[in-house]
């Protein structure tokens, strides 16, 4: 719980070298569509192929349970970002430092905090270029084949004029859509699986028939479910655009906006999760979007909803 004023003039020059934020101005919304961004990625489409992994039983455990532990985990973030009075934990390393020290913190922190965003950025760019292969063969069946290096260009190069907007508030507009596009995607996928309905001989055991295949197998889908709940690494920098007062702490509003936040992503991930499972079992690619085909129209606009999605994603991740 801080002043604006009684930060130290080192680290105001700081905060307006850095392009994190220009102001503090920001409200409790933008929070909420800024974690949902963060957060609904490309695993959001690789649930049911996760759940066909790990089974019913682990599958729906694990989802319910991933749910609420990574709410208490921002929860904690959220906490920590005033803990000490007159200090505000606007980078996640800053939090590291002061936990390890200056440096060591930084060695600890840093690697990580790179590995994670590296990933996750060549994760989207990926399922982008994918989505947007998708989407060119759906609407043009006839036409040259193209190869998905190409479209993973195409991707890239409309952050050749979005890394060009100067800080975290500057990317709103484009954190917005992309919360927006995260929840019609996956409705479109969820409500396209309950219009296919069970497929004939569904099979929902699993894949693998010899036992270190399944612990493998329970593993990867243990792995898809986590990366699914991304954004605890921007979660900082969020609350970092958020007005405080002793009187009223950033906490507050922000989060306001996490909850808000995680209302949508159970929105999201549980129907895709467990009705794209139902309808496909262990048949499901590891994008339900891939597995859908038709009606053809909708899964064409659900795969650009999806790029657009995932654009944002990028955008909100290079801010850590």
């Known amino acids: ?5 009684s930060e130290s003039e080192r680290e105001r020059a700081i ?5 994190v934020t220009s102001n503090r101005n920001a409200k409790w919304w933008y929070s909420a569509f800024h974690n949902v961004t963060a957060m609904v990625g490309a695993g959001v489409l690789s649930l049911p192929y996760a759940m066909s992994q790990l089974g019913w039983g682990p599958g729906v455990t694990i989802m319910l349970l991933s749910w609420v532990v990574t709410l208490y985990t921002i929860w904690q973030m959220v906490e920590m970002h005033e803990m000490i009075p007159g200090k505000r934990f606007d980078r996640y390393h800053e939090l590291g430092q002061y936990a390890f020290g200056e440096k060591l913190g930084l060695w600890i922190i840093i690697p990580q905090q790179l590995t994670v965003d590296v990933s996750s950025d060549i994760v989207y760019m990926v399922t982008g270029g994918q989505s947007l292969k998708k989407f060119h063969d759906l609407v043009c069946p006839n036409c040259k084949e193209i190869r998905q290096t190409y479209f993973i260009m195409i991707f890239a190069s409309v952050h050749f004029v979005l890394s060009h907007l100067p800080n975290f508030n500057s990317i709103s507009g484009v954190s917005l859509a ?14 396209a699986s309950i219009g296919k309905g069970v497929q004939p001989n569904v099979d929902y055991s ?12 329970f593993l990867a889908g243990l792995g898809e479910i986590a990366f699914a709940y991304a954004g605890h690494n921007v979660v900082l920098e969020i609350q970092a655009t958020m007005p405080s007062t002793p009187e009223k702490p950033s906490k507050g509003p922000m989060w306001k906006g996490v909850i808000v936040a995680y209302l949508i992503v159970a929105i999201c991930y549980l129907p895709v999760a467990f009705i794209g499972y139902w309808a496909f079992g262990n ?13 053809t129209g909708l899964i064409a606009t659900a795969n650009i909803f999806v790029v657009i999605h995932v654009i944002g994603s990028y955008q909100v991740q290079l801010y850590i």
């Open 1 to 5: 719980m801080v002043y604006e004023g």
């Open 15 to 19: 905060n307006e070298w850095l392009p």
């Open 178 to 191: 992309a919360a927006v596009m995260s929840l019609s995607y996956s409705t479109i996928a969820w409500a």
């Open 206 to 217: 699993y894949k693998s028939t010899s036992n270190p295949g399944k612990v493998f197998d």
């Open 283 to 295: 048949s499901v690619n590891d994008n339900i979007l891939l597995t859908l085909e038709n009606p």
